[in-house]
């Protein structure tokens, strides 16, 4: 069957960046492109701000998903995409990666005989208490069409039973969402920071996992501040970050830090590319860190990207024991081996034109 019209679910914050490049290859197809938005995510800088700069068409329709209990998003989800797929009729849905957007939406479309194609299939960390885990591999199990970005991810679909031949491409669309604007980066020493280039840490952190036991919040920041008497750290705060330290009084750690709203992508990625390293707990950080050769430092025990974790490139701040003090000591001493290793690591992620690898594979789908 021939496809004329794809529908794309977007709604939060790397769901805009990593469907980007993708939207507008599908676009190039000429074949009739819906934009879904969720809602997931909705304050301006977590959103708009994403659409604007990565060029995303406007939304046909917004859930108005954000906020809330896991089954409040995703029955939210569920149900703006059921009537919206029932009032569209799109040949194919496209959802990306583990959130609870690309979830609920893909649970409304075997209903609708709506085949769903999965991008960024196939990542696990093989923990079940994060809820992106479940997310994943739960999608992984309804999809039709799964687009691994990395070999290792492709086996992990095999092994769980998913045919090869509903397996595509393998590659990320992730270097074409740096392309997008790759030419607008800033030197991030004129950003206003009061930073220099290569001797400041770019910290994020939202995963659950930290941001909502206080213990292990405390324990980060307290790092954190400690680090950064010696070099500044940046950290432009996530909402749910940031009411958790409010919630858990925890202000007093980030006097001697940078501490911000949600940037942009352009200021995103020109803080990594200049950053000594990388603290994160976020998936598409390790990408991009991975893309521009920057050390990163994972608060987390596990991770889905396992090629990353190899000569202090990207190491894990919670594994065995280890503390972020650990692995920065690690990194101080071996530093230009760790760069070293993480510019190697660059392919892992590909090269520019998957996305449109991608987007031809999916408009040329044989659809049952
Ligand atoms: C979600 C994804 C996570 C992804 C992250 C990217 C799930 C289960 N989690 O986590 O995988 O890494 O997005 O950033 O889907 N909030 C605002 N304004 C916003 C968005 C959120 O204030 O624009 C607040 C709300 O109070 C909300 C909380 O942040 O309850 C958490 O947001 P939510 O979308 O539920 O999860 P994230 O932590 O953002
Ligand atoms: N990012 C951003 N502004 C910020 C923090 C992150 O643009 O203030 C970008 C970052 O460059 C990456 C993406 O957001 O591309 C990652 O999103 P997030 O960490 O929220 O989610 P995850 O990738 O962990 O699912």
């Known amino acids: ?5 794809i529908a794309v679910v977007v709604g ?41 700069q990565l060029q ?32 569209d009729k799109p040949d194919l849905l496209v959802v990306e990666g583990d959130t609870n957007t690309a979830f609920g939406s893909a649970l409304a ?7 769903i194609v999965h991008v960024e299939a196939g990542c696990r960390s093989f923990d079940k208490s994060l809820p992106e885990e479940v997310n994943r591999v739960l999608i992984s199990h309804i999809a039709d069409v799964h687009f691994p970005p990395t070999p290792n991810c492709r086996k992990n679909l095999l092994n769980e039973g998913i045919r090869e031949e509903a397996i ?49 919040l405390e324990h980060i920041l307290h790092e954190l501040s ?6 500044p750290i940046v950290f432009p705060v996530h909402p749910r970050t940031r009411s958790r330290i409010q919630q858990f009084k925890l202000e007093k750690y980030l006097k001697n830090i940078k501490v911000i709203q949600p940037v942009d992508y352009v200021t995103s990625l020109s803080l990594t590319k ?15 860190s991975c893309i521009f050769g920057v050390p990163y430092v994972s608060l987390r025990p596990n991770t889905e990207w396992i090629e990353t974790l190899t000569g202090y490139a990207n190491q894990l701040a919670f594994e065995k024991g280890n503390t972020i003090r650990d692995c920065i000591d690690r990194l101080d001493r071996n530093y230009d081996a760790a760069r070293k290793t993480m510019r190697s690591l660059q392919v892992l992620f590909g090269r520019t034109g998957l996305s449109a690898t991608i987007a031809k594979q999916i408009s040329e789908w044989e659809v049952a």
Do not use: W
């Open 12 to 52: 939060t914050r790397p769901t805009f960046i990593e469907l980007a490049p993708i939207i507008h290859e599908l676009q190039k197809t000429g074949i009739e492109t819906l934009i879904y938005h969720t809602g997931q995510h909705y304050d301006n800088e977590m959103s708009s701000v994403f659409l604007d």
């Open 226 to 231: 400690k680090m950064a008497e010696t070099k």
């Open 168 to 216: 595509g491409f393998v590659g990320h669309p992730i270097v074409d969402a740096v392309n997008l604007v790759k030419n607008k980066l800033h030197d991030s020493s004129k950003l206003g920071f009061d930073i220099e280039r290569g001797k400041y840490y770019y910290v994020t952190i939202h995963r659950n996992f930290n941001t909502d036991n206080p213990s292990r």
């Open 274 to 288: 200049d950053a000594y390293a990388v603290i994160s707990d976020s998936g598409g950080l390790t990408k991009e």
């Open 109 to 115: 479309a075997p209903g609708k005989q709506t085949p």
């Open 56 to 87: 995303i068409p406007q939304p046909h329709e917004n859930f108005n998903a954000g906020g809330g209990t896991f089954s409040e998003q995703i029955s939210t989800i569920l149900t703006g995409c059921e009537n919206l797929l029932e009032k």
């Open 1 to 5: 069957m021939k496809i004329n019209k």
